[in-house]
């Protein structure tokens, strides 16, 4: 997670977590996904806490922020259904 902010010139990020651009997205494009994905990650688990058996309100849908929110609630309740079968 970041800690010293987002808005620096250049950072330092250890290379597993380097990934290449996607083809079909321009360099704007491709550098708002992670923007998006950490905004919405955050906002369900370490804001929100969400656990299994909760039911979760995503308002703002046509947005990308919230449309990362559904696919991580959705990715997790489907994981919580496997380990309990």
């Known amino acids: ?5 987002a808005f620096a010139e250049y950072v330092m990020v250890p290379i597993d977590r380097l990934h290449h651009k ?4 321009d360099f704007l494009q491709a550098a708002t996904l992670p923007l998006g994905g950490l905004t919405a990650f ?3 688990f370490r804001r929100g ?3 299994s058996g909760q039911n979760v309100l995503i308002s703002g849908f046509g947005g990308g922020v919230a449309q990362f ?3 991580f609630a959705n990715s997790w309740g489907q994981c919580i259904r496997k380990f309990r079968k």
């Open 1 to 5: 997670m970041p800690t010293d902010g």
């Open 22 to 25: 996607p083809f079909h997205l």
């Open 42 to 44: 955050r906002a369900l």
């Open 49 to 51: 806490e969400l656990r």
């Open 69 to 71: 929110a559904f696919l």
